[in-house]
């Protein structure tokens, strides 16, 4: 019987919803890891954060389903505290959009619990999800290089988002994770040419 950590994470990012959407997670055993993967979802309308949540915690699932074996404990972690307490039954689902994606978890969770394994879910903090969280990011860095997208990081770990001073119309990026965030750049002007 060995013991088991899954830890995932989804961002809608730079704009949350309608932004683009990336998850990763990190499966271990132990401490040692045993596979961790990132990817898209894409971009534009019925994307959200709370999507990619559960992509990144479906993916998660599916890989255990085929690693794991009878006896072996589980135990999912993530930041999303929507999506661990509706897995857990202590929150309805209420979208639509959202519904979906839980019925699609909670499927391969149960599968997984056929197959002897005991599964429980548990929130924990940003600070204590860096890896799947790390892995979400590059996912999102890839995609904008990919797509040719102008892309500012933040040292918070969100995305400079160019944005208009409401009184002075002028440019300048701002944090996605605004108001947890207030990190600003000025937006560079190219010099005029002197021809």
């Known amino acids: 019987m060995d013991a088991y950590s899954l830890y ?5 990012e730079p ?14 055993r132990g401490k040692e890891v045993i596979a961790q ?25 599916q890989l255990a389903r085929d690693t794991l074996k009878s006896g072996d404990k589980l135990v999912v ?9 509706q897995m857990n039954g202590r929150y309805n689902v209420n979208s639509d959009r959202i519904r979906h994606f839980y019925k699609l978890a909670t499927s391969m969770a149960k599968v997984v619990k056929q197959n002897g394994v005991s599964v429980s879910f548990e929130w924990i903090p940003r600070e204590q999800n860096e890896k799947a969280d790390e892995l979400s990011h590059t996912a999102f860095v890839e ?18 988002v160019k944005r208009t001073n409401r009184k002075t119309g ?9 108001p947890k965030c207030k990190k600003t750049k000025e937006v560079e002007v190219a010099c005029p040419s002197s021809e």
């Open 8 to 12: 995932f994470d989804g961002a809608c």
């Open 15 to 28: 704009k949350n919803p309608g932004g683009i959407g990336t998850w990763g997670f990190v499966l271990l």
């Open 37 to 61: 993967e990132y990817g898209n979802i894409g971009e534009g309308e019925g994307v959200t954060n709370n999507v990619a949540e559960y992509n990144a915690m479906l993916m998660g699932l």
């Open 77 to 85: 972690y993530g930041d999303s505290q929507l999506a661990i307490k």
């Open 143 to 160: 995609y904008c290089a990919a797509h040719g997208r102008d892309y500012h990081p933040c040292t918070c770990g969100g995305t400079l």
């Open 170 to 178: 002028g440019s300048f990026y701002g944090c996605s994770r605004y």
